[in-house]
């Protein structure tokens, strides 16, 4: 069995600041991982994706993520906010199927 | 670059009413897959397929039929439709045959309403 938790529904930060998006995942397999961004009214699309190389994964758009093993954590980072990355992300676990989080929602404030 | 494409892109339906959401992707991909999206809940596996004519349940499969004759499309049949089912509904497909590999192309999505 898998499961995988965004730990923050919402966050807000100001456009050149910092953004941490929280995930925390379960799985019985070593498992990938991913993170997909959402534009409104849009499909989704992949920001990355860890598949037991590297721990630190960089993305699309200047975001990475550090897979921590020993946290069972997958957190998605990024050094500076910009008004275009206001989007829903979804963090994803799959070892024998995906499963996906509920999502947070990236409110970035001029 | 047509990649997923999803039709009808909105729909309305009485309770009761049958209908088909349209998926067809131009890229050769052996995995499609059917989601829905509801609000706090993230994305939630109906249906997929890993090759024509070979499709599997999901995680929330009752209420919908799919079907793969070709490896183009995947349509998703509501057979009799219930409010329960209003939620936007979004296709993916992968070249890889399973998901957790590879990364999952999706559609723009089909926001269904039941009344």
């Known amino acids: 069995a898998q499961s995988v938790t965004q730990l923050d529904s919402h966050v807000s930060v100001s456009e050149g600041t910092p953004v941490l998006l929280r995930c925390n995942y379960s799985s019985s397999y070593s498992p990938s991982l991913f993170w997909y961004v959402q534009h409104p009214n849009k499909g989704l699309q992949l920001l990355l994706k860890y598949t037991s190389a590297a721990t630190l994964v960089k993305g699309i758009n200047g975001f990475e993520a550090e897979f921590k093993k020993s946290e069972t954590s997958f957190h998605l980072t990024k050094p500076s906010a910009h008004m275009s990355d206001a989007a829903e992300y979804f963090c994803v676990v799959s070892a024998n199927d995906m499963r996906f989080g509920a999502g947070t929602r990236l409110t970035v404030k001029p | 670059n047509a990649g997923v494409t999803q039709t009808p892109k909105f729909q309305v339906l009485k309770t009761g009413q049958s209908m088909t959401l349209q998926c067809a992707q131009d890229?050769?991909?052996?995995?499609m897959s059917w989601y829905r999206q509801d609000p706090g809940m993230g994305l939630r596996l109906i249906h997929y397929s890993v090759g024509a004519g070979i499709t599997d349940q999901g995680e929330v499969p009752n209420g919908y039929n799919v079907s793969r004759s070709t490896t183009e499309d995947f349509p998703l049949r509501l057979l009799s439709a219930a409010p329960s089912q209003t939620s936007v509904y979004f296709c993916?497909?992968?070249?890889?045959?399973?998901?957790?590999?590879?990364?999952?192309?999706f559609g723009e999505g089909s926001r269904l309403t039941v009344l």
């Open positions: 890229m050769n991909h052996e995995y």
């Open positions: 993916a497909s992968s070249y890889s045959r399973t998901s957790n590999t590879g990364e999952l192309f």
